[in-house]
């Protein structure tokens, strides 16, 4: 059946059974947020609110907002341990999670990764349960090589036409064990940049990673 194996085809439904579920739980939460936005109007119609301008003009003529507003600096001795500021760094990096999404097999439920959504990043971490290879079906071939560079093919012809600067550029790395250079820790695409393409990392990630592990059983 133009060379779809059993496990393809019912990985397939799978998917596409997930896709469904996904849909339905999107309109809910669309129905969700438009009552609670209703709920809100009506509160503003019946209220008496300033608007953004007056509260930011009071603030600014206050007091205690001037002395806010002065810059402030900090010094910094040599005493400063590296660990200091890469738990700095980790803070700041914390600060601009956006969302955390489960990867999770179908099957089962079992979570298999966090998806972490940033502003210009995403980074995809399997669980610590979780030991898989850059080596396992499909991620070289599916994964990286169809999906991710797929879209970097079509930045590079949009830089060629002028659209896109090659600092927008999307791109990719992966992140491996120190210990084994082959089971991979951390899966990191930047510059994402529209929701669509978001999506489709994740629900590509989610059925290579599934398919890894199936390989992996084996």
């Known amino acids: 059946m133009l060379g779809y194996s059993d496990d393809d085809i019912k990985n397939a439904a799978e998917i596409r059974e997930w896709l469904t579920r996904q849909i339905l739980d999107k309109q809910d939460e669309i129905e969700k947020i438009k009552l609670t936005l209703s709920l809100i109007d009506s509160v503003l119609k019946k209220g ?31 005493t400063v341990t590296k660990q200091k500021e890469e738990e700095k760094q980790n803070e700041l990096k914390e600060a601009a999670i956006q969302q955390v999404k489960p990867i999770k097999r179908l099957k089962d439920n079992f979570q298999v990764a966090q998806f972490y959504i940033f502003p210009d990043s995403v980074e995809i971490t399997p669980e610590d349960n979780v030991k898989i290879s850059l080596e396992t079906p499909p991620f070289r071939s599916f994964f990286l090589n ?57 629900n590509t990630a989610a059925w290579v990673i599934t398919r890894m592990l199936e390989k992996g059983e084996k």
């Open 48 to 78: 008496s609110f300033k608007t953004a301008a007056n509260l930011n003009t009071t603030k600014s003529n206050s007091p205690q907002s001037q002395k806010l507003d002065q810059p402030t600096y900090k010094t910094y001795n040599n």
């Open 146 to 202: 169809r999906i991710l560079q797929g879209m970097k093919n079509k930045d590079l012809e949009k830089i060629k036409q002028g659209l896109l600067s090659e600092s927008e550029m999307i791109n990719f790395e992966v992140l491996t064990d120190e210990q084994n250079d082959e089971v991979i820790k951390k899966i990191i695409v930047n510059n994402y940049r529209d929701k669509e393409r978001l999506n489709e990392i994740f």
